[in-house]
T-cell receptor
Framework: EAGVTQSPTHLIKTRGQQATLRCSPI?????VYWYQQALGLGLQFLLW???????NRGNFPPRFSGRQFPNYSSELNVNALELEDSALYLC?????????????FGDGTRLSIL | AQKITQTQPGMFVQEKEAVTLDCTYD???????LFWYKQPSSGEMIFLIY??????QNATEGRYSLNFQKARKSANLVISASQLGDSAMYFC?????????????????FGKGTLLTVNP
């Protein structure tokens, strides 16, 4: 069974640009979560998508947005990039319905802002 | 107040010995779940073990066990017979609420992590 896949592995951008990160969940999982792991700040919850809808959002500005496609894959878009957006962005997926289901993570996209 | 507290920024253990990584949590929700993840230097997050708030017994998964003390709100991870490959960052995480409550809190809240180094 294929795990959660994220692309690209690395992404280098400059301030003010826009970045698009992609995530494919484990087959059969309908929920996709995005987390930001910045140096010194730990893992912060960004967004949760399920069945194509945004279900929950963390404390991030509106320039962080995303969507979930009919095949349950997801995109995270970050507009007007700032230096502090440099971080590892992790995507996770789970099957919805039982709260004891773990979230399975991808290898992440390392976003560097120059 | 922090919801998940991991008080040990770094821990060292000798190969083949056991080690306990501490985690305390704060929630007023009667239904919650606690997870431990391992993050090697390569960056991927690996799920290790889960403990539900209503589970009567401590969770175990191979060499991993969870010392769950509900009254003290602690969920310490115990790794037995440490191996060199156990060297990594370890995160404790909590999910509050349940699917019966509408599932609006399916996000995970993470602690800051403990860096475990296993010495040969």
């Amino acid at each position: 069974e294929a795990g959660v896949t994220q692309s690209p592995t690395h992404l280098i951008k400059t301030r003010g640009q826009q970045a698009t990160l992609r995530c494919s969940p484990i087959s059969g999982h309908t929920s996709v979560y995005w987390y930001q792991q910045a140096l010194g700040l730990g893992l912060q919850f960004l967004l949760w998508y399920d069945e194509g809808e945004e279900r929950n959002r963390g404390n991030f500005p509106p320039r962080f947005s995303g969507r979930q496609f009919p095949n349950y894959s997801s995109e995270l878009n970050v507009n007007a990039l700032e230096l502090e957006d440099s971080a590892l962005y992790l995507c996770a997926s789970s099957s919805r319905g039982l709260s004891n289901q773990p979230q399975h993570f991808g290898d992440g996209t390392r976003l560097s802002i120059l | 107040a922090q919801k998940i507290t991991q008080t040990q920024p770094g821990m060292f253990v000798q190969e083949k010995e056991a080690v306990t990584l501490d985690c305390t949590y704060d929630t007023s929700d009667p239904s919650y779940g606690l997870f431990w993840y391992k993050q090697p230097s390569s960056g991927e997050m690996i799920f290790l073990i889960y403990q539900g708030s209503y589970d009567q017994q401590n969770a175990t998964e191979g060499r991993y066990s969870l010392n769950f003390q509900k009254a003290r709100k602690s969920a310490n991870l115990v790794i037995s017979a440490s191996q060199l490959g156990d060297s990594a960052m370890y995160f404790c995480a909590m999910r509050e609420g349940s699917s019966n409550s509408g599932g609006s809190n399916y996000k995970l809240t993470f602690g800051k992590g403990t860096l475990l180094t296993v010495n040969p």
